[in-house]
């Protein structure tokens, strides 16, 4: 009888704990996702200052605007977002090697977003390898709430910036 | 936006001992030295006790765990701490320190490390340093160490290599950002010396003379082979461990950071023989940084650092691991045919690995990982 007792305690406070770590990962995956958010519109928005640079060539200007406009645009779909992003990584990719003192503020905001960027997928695949394990799945322990997913895009220079100053 | 100004304490764990010399101790003193320099308060937890004498870092700044136990690891030997006592003290750091980031080096290890890392309340970056796998380890210890591996907010690895190894094996990610050098303290020396180059040529040999890993054997085999050509080579060897060298090699034993400098500086060819498992290679980058021509074995993270092995633009002369002919055949070609150009590129790479670059590097890391931490925690990388 003792025995059963025991199991019963162990099952339980391995279930809990593996139910924490599930947590966890959900939150961590969520506010890595909040970080990437407010990275890439940072990023967009110090593009979009490239526009107010004197003595820009207005092609160049509506390159960018347009670029950083749309990956502004509110209420995005998951996948239209992705593809703004890249198009502004893109642009960006371009257009930064052509000018050259306004660099020095968009490129930490680049290799911020990039970095947050992998946080956040390393974050995901954290969470998501939690969520196929069987006690989690069978016992429903990631709870109701969706499945979290990576975000895809091409984004530019991480810190390769740092070694060509 | 003026998050860059805004003032951290960064406590960080460094597994391995203040007592004996070694890479990853270097890089923590480095990172330190940085991060003061930025205007953070870095405070550095490590077994061993800090050397006033040669310190960079401010004995307030240092915190001992203790005396460590020397364990045969991973080919060297190790000296690290474990059980309920090194856990005490570790708990301690962290309440007194009440840091708003761990920088914690070389996490999956037993020791103070992997110890911080299970203790830790705060947001967590984790350097790797080795690119050594241990997934059957890992399989073994399971749970718990999963556990722990997954409180790990951001990932840095020194080099690719060391990236794969966190990827396929802990099922991680990591930024790369390499080692940090002090590149002018070896670019100074290296002008004043190089008139000297002469008919009496040096070879120099740095590292840990008892492991064989670090090939000291492979270069004391191709050493009558390079003579036949060379007879008025002078060959030096220099690091911790004893080891019976032939008469015509002159082993220095432990140098200091000084005696290195200007050792670097005065030679004619430096050789990195390494077998196996060199995760990074900051005596390469510092030779590189004196302006020696270099000569190294073809391992995958001194591949990162010279370049592809069949490229023209290599930095260096490149050999087959542990074939002490090649290796002979690569130190003659670079004492008969130098290549001052190759030499200078070389210097200029390892420009970038300097503290300057790499300590920004590691700055946008903490920032990341601030700005995705929970509330309490991210008002301080938050901007």
């Known amino acids: ?165 | 936006m003026t998050e860059q100004r805004r003032s951290l304490r960064v406590g960080i764990v460094c597994p391995y001992s203040f007592d004996v010399p070694g890479g990853v101790q270097n890089h923590v003193l480095g990172l330190a030295r940085y991060l003061h320099q930025a205007g953070h308060q870095p405070s550095v937890l490590a077994p061993g006790e800090l050397d006033p004498a040669g310190a960079t870092l401010n004995v307030e700044d240092f915190s001992s765990a203790g005396a460590a136990m020397p364990v045969r690891y991973n080919g060297s030997v190790a000296r690290v701490n474990f059980g309920p006592l090194s856990a005490a003290r570790v708990g301690r750091w962290l309440r007194k320190g009440q840091f708003d980031l761990l920088h914690i080096h070389e996490p999956i290890t037993p020791s103070i490390s992997l110890l911080a890392l299970w203790a830790a309340e705060q947001p967590v970056v984790t350097t790797f340093h080795t690119a050594t796998p241990r997934s059957r380890s890992m399989q073994l210890a399971g749970g718990v160490l999963s556990a722990a591996i997954e409180k790990i907010d951001a990932g840095i690895a020194v080099s690719e290599s060391a990236r794969n190894v966190v990827v396929q094996h802990l099922g991680r990610d990591a930024v790369v950002i390499p080692n940090g050098i002090q590149f002018d303290a070896f670019a100074g020396h290296a002008a004043a010396a190089t008139p000297e180059r002469s008919s009496h040529p040096k070879l120099i040999f740095l590292g840990r003379l008892d492991e064989p890993r670090k090939g000291l054997d492979v270069l004391l085999a191709a050493g009558p082979l390079i003579m036949e050509s060379h007879p008025h080579l002078e060959v030096i060897v220099a690091g911790q461990g004893h080891r019976p060298v032939p008469p015509w090699c002159r082993s220095l034993g432990m140098i200091s950071e000084e005696q290195k400098i200007a050792l670097l500086g005065a030679s004619d060819v430096f050789v990195a023989p390494h077998l196996e498992r060199e995760s990074f290679g900051i005596v390469l980058l510092e030779a590189m940084s004196s302006g020696v021509p270099i000569v190294a074995s073809e391992l995958p993270s001194f591949l990162d650092l010279l370049g592809p092995a069949q490229a023209e633009g290599r930095l260096g002369e490149l050999f087959v691991a542990g074939d002490h002919r090649d290796l002979a055949r690569a130190v003659r070609q670079v004492l008969e045919q130098p290549n001052p150009l190759r030499t200078a590129r070389a210097q200029q790479a390892a420009r970038g690995y300097d503290w300057s670059s790499v300590g920004t590097a590691v700055l946008a890391v903490y920032r990341a990982a601030l700005s995705a931490a929970p509330r309490n925690f991210a008002a301080k990388g938050a901007g």
């Open chain 1, 1 to 165: 009888m003792s025995l059963v007792i025991i199991v019963v305690l162990i099952l339980g406070w391995r279930i809990t704990w593996l139910a924490t770590r599930v947590d966890r990962a959900n939150a961590r995956a969520e506010r890595t996702w909040a970080a990437l958010d407010a990275a890439l519109v940072r990023r967009a928005q110090r593009a979009l200052e490239l526009v107010l640079l004197p003595g820009i060539d207005p092609a160049t200007a509506l390159l960018v605007s347009d670029a950083a406009a749309a990956a502004l645009e509110p209420n995005l779909s998951r996948r239209d977002r992705e593809q703004a992003e890249s198009d502004l990584s893109h642009v960006l990719d371009a257009v930064v090697p052509t000018l050259s003192a306004s660099t020095n503020k968009l490129d930490p905001e680049r290799a911020r977003a990039s970095i947050c960027r992998r946080l956040h997928n390393d974050a995901v695949a954290t969470a998501l390898s939690l969520r196929r394990r069987h006690t989690v799945r069978i016992l429903r322990l990631a709870g109701r709430a969706a499945a979290p997913r990576t975000f895809e895009m091409a984004d530019g220079p991480e810190l390769g910036w740092l070694r060509e100053r």
